[in-house]
Every structure is written in structure tokens, then in C-alpha cells.
Nanobody, 116 residues
Framework: QVQLVESGGGLVQPGGSLRLSCAPS????????MGWYRQAPGRQRELVAR????????NYADSVKARFTISKDNAKNTVYLQMNSLKPEDTAIYYC?????????WGQGTQVTVSS
């Protein structure tokens, strides 16, 4: 079992920035990648960014490239999503996910609202 604790969501004006954090615990040795997904009202959950365990490989949704950066701090066992130049269309619940040998685990989600 893996538990994921997210933090960092909130309300921000267009053009602003937020940083989300996700700290996994439990059977973390089996995690081979982590990612951030988001789900807006009436839409399907979509992958925003993903990073492999080593941190050597990342990939992003086209809609967030050059604006969002996923990273990990192995010393703190935490994954981050730095979100810059936020747009109203980035408004969604953001979920941290761990890709584990036993399956995929999800965090509880954190609301990000971009509005003036």
C-alpha cells in the first residue's frame, strides 16, 4: 500500500504561480514513476506531467509544456509540480499518482482555481 499526501492548491490570479507537493509513504520501494493528473468539471481526468523514479525522464501534456515543471527531491521523498503562467483553463482538481508494481495509487486531490 502507498499513501499520497498532496498540498499546495489554492486560488490564484491568471498569470500567477503555484507549487503542488506530493509525499508518498508506505511501500514506496515499488514505485517506478509518479505523476500529476487533473480533472475539471465535466471532463475526464488527464495526465498533466509524469516523472520516472530516477528523475531522468519526464513528460508533459501539450497544454502545460513550457509552463509546468515536475521534479522530485529524493532526500525529502517528495514530488513537486511547479505551475507558472496559470490560465483559467488550468482550473481543476489535481491528483498525485504513484505508478507502483502493485498498481496505481491516487492522492485525495487538491483544488486549483485560476480566476481574477
Amino acid at each position: 500500500q502507498v499513501q499520497l499526501v498532496e498540498s499546495g492548491g489554492g486560488l490564484v490570479q491568471p498569470g500567477g504561480s503555484l507549487r503542488l507537493s506530493c509525499a508518498p509513504s508506505g511501500s514506496i520501494a515499488g514505485i517506478y514513476a509518479m505523476g500529476w493528473y487533473r480533472q475539471a468539471p465535466g471532463r475526464q481526468r488527464e495526465l498533466v506531467a509524469r516523472i520516472t523514479r530516477s528523475g531522468g525522464n519526464t513528460n508533459y501534456a501539450d497544454s502545460v509544456k513550457a509552463r509546468f515543471t515536475i521534479s522530485k527531491d529524493n532526500a525529502k521523498n517528495t514530488v513537486y509540480l511547479q505551475m507558472n503562467s496559470l490560465k483559467p483553463e488550468d482550473t481543476a482538481i489535481y491528483y498525485c499518482a504513484a505508478e507502483h508494481l502493485a498498481g496505481r495509487y491516487w492522492g485525495q486531490g487538491t483544488q486549483v482555481t485560476v480566476s481574477s
